[in-house]
């Protein structure tokens, strides 16, 4: 598994992330009937056909209204379409039953606990898998009756509307919202909003981290010119706002524009300090987030 993939996993180990999921994007009434207190990540290390352990699965369970249902949400992560992803769901789904029967968590006499299969997808190429198994067997009509029908929730991040559920602060719609930036402008400015949030919140400290992990390995990695982390303040903060302006210059000097290409980047660096002072951030605040002088941001305002 890539480093990126693992940050990606620890951001979901989390239950507020895992609980905005369902409160953003599974169906309202299952998740008006669903207790968050209780959520729980469960133990993945079931084995598959071919015996490799499964240790990084994503699962958790929480309960459902007033009945002593489970309900298990198994995330899969996909960066590609996979197109044995309808098998792969229905296997899952069999050895999280097996296993839970086996290791006595649940008595097979007595109903099995509903399992939520969602993948959340990240590829810049459309999902072109079918969404269930049935869709994808080729079956005479006298079979029919026995085709198995294992459907799995598809979340296409990048192309998602979630602008509505950033706003009213859902964590899982603010990491699909820093996927879907479109350039280095648009992503430093969204991630200074979410540092903002969750610094006011304690018990966002770990989660907060974990963003931070994210954004520095995998988002910033991903942009043509170095950028910096949103949720590393101070001097470190300071340093790489110097050199971000900096490759910015050095960009333009080597296409023989460097005053007007210097100009335009660092006026798109004034646009992000506007924007936070127009979110409600003093000019002392917004120092504190960037480590640029107080001085320099009122001028670049």
Same mark, same amino acid.
């Given at each position: 598994?890539?480093?990126?993939?693992?940050?990606?996993?620890?951001?979901?180990?989390?239950?507020?992330?895992? @609980?905005?999921?369902?409160?953003?994007?599974?169906?309202?009434?299952?998740?008006? =009937?669903?207790?968050?207190?209780?959520?729980?990540?469960?133990?993945?290390?079931?084995? &598959?056909?071919?015996?490799?352990?499964? !240790?990084?699965?994503?699962?958790?369970?929480?309960? +459902? =209204?007033?009945? &002593?249902?489970?309900?298990? $949400?198994?995330?899969?992560?996909?960066?590609?379409?996979?197109?044995?992803?309808?098998?792969?769901?229905?296997?899952?789904?069999?050895?999280?039953?097996?296993?839970?029967?086996? &290791?006595?968590?649940?008595?097979?006499?007595?109903?099995?606990?509903?399992?939520?299969?969602?993948?959340?997808?990240? =590829?810049?190429?459309?999902?072109?898998?079918?969404?269930?198994?049935?869709?994808?067997?080729?079956?005479? !009509?006298?079979?029919?009756?026995?085709?198995?029908?294992?459907?799995?929730?598809?979340?296409?991040?990048?192309?998602?509307?979630?602008?509505?559920?950033?706003?009213?602060?859902?964590?899982? @719609?603010?990491?699909?919202?820093?996927?879907?930036?479109?350039?280095?402008?648009?992503?430093?400015?969204?991630?200074?909003?979410?540092?903002?949030?969750?610094?006011?919140?304690?018990?966002?400290?770990?989660?907060?981290?974990?963003?931070?992990?994210?954004?520095?390995?995998?988002?910033?990695?991903?942009?043509?010119?170095?950028?910096?982390?949103?949720?590393?303040?101070?001097?470190?903060?300071?340093?790489?706002?110097?050199?971000?302006? @900096?490759? +910015?210059?050095?960009?333009?000097?080597?296409?023989?524009?460097?005053?007007?290409?210097?100009?335009?980047? $660092?006026? =798109?660096?004034?646009? $992000?300090?506007?924007?936070?002072?127009?979110?409600?951030?003093?000019?002392?605040?917004?120092?504190?987030? &960037?480590?640029?002088? !107080?001085? !320099?941001?009122?001028?670049?305002?």
């Amino acid at each position: 598994m890539k480093d990126s993939d693992h940050q990606y996993k620890r951001i979901f180990s989390h239950p507020r992330m895992v @609980a905005d999921l369902i409160r953003g994007f599974l169906d309202p009434a299952l998740a008006d =009937g669903c207790d968050f207190s209780t959520l729980k990540r469960c133990n993945g290390s079931y084995i &598959t056909d071919d015996l490799r352990e499964r !240790e990084d699965d994503i699962i958790w369970k929480v309960t +459902y =209204g007033e009945r &002593t249902l489970i309900l298990y $949400i198994l995330i899969e992560f996909q960066s590609k379409p996979d197109y044995a992803m309808p098998v792969r769901i229905m296997t899952y789904m069999g050895l999280l039953w097996q296993d839970l029967i086996r &290791t006595k968590v649940i008595n097979p006499i007595k109903p099995l606990p509903a399992i939520m299969p969602i993948v959340l997808y990240n =590829g810049k190429q459309p999902w072109s898998v079918p969404e269930d198994i049935k869709k994808t067997i080729n079956a005479p !009509e006298p079979l029919h009756t026995f085709v198995p029908s294992v459907p799995y929730l598809l979340i296409d991040e990048l192309r998602l509307s979630v602008h509505h559920l950033v706003e009213v602060r859902n964590l899982s @719609a603010c990491l699909f919202r820093l996927e879907q930036s479109a350039g280095p402008l648009e992503l430093i400015e969204l991630g200074f909003r979410l540092n903002q949030w969750m610094e006011k919140d304690p018990g966002l400290a770990e989660m907060r981290r974990d963003f931070s992990l994210f954004f520095e390995n995998t988002l910033m990695r991903d942009q043509d010119i170095p950028i910096p982390n949103p949720f590393v303040g101070g001097t470190m903060l300071a340093e790489k706002v110097d050199k971000w302006i @900096a490759a +910015y210059k050095a960009e333009g000097k080597a296409e023989g524009k460097a005053e007007g290409k210097a100009e335009g980047r $660092i006026e =798109g660096m004034a646009i $992000i300090l506007e924007r936070m002072k127009k979110a409600g951030m003093s000019v002392a605040e917004i120092a504190k987030i &960037t480590g640029m002088p !107080e001085e !320099e941001i009122r001028s670049l305002i």
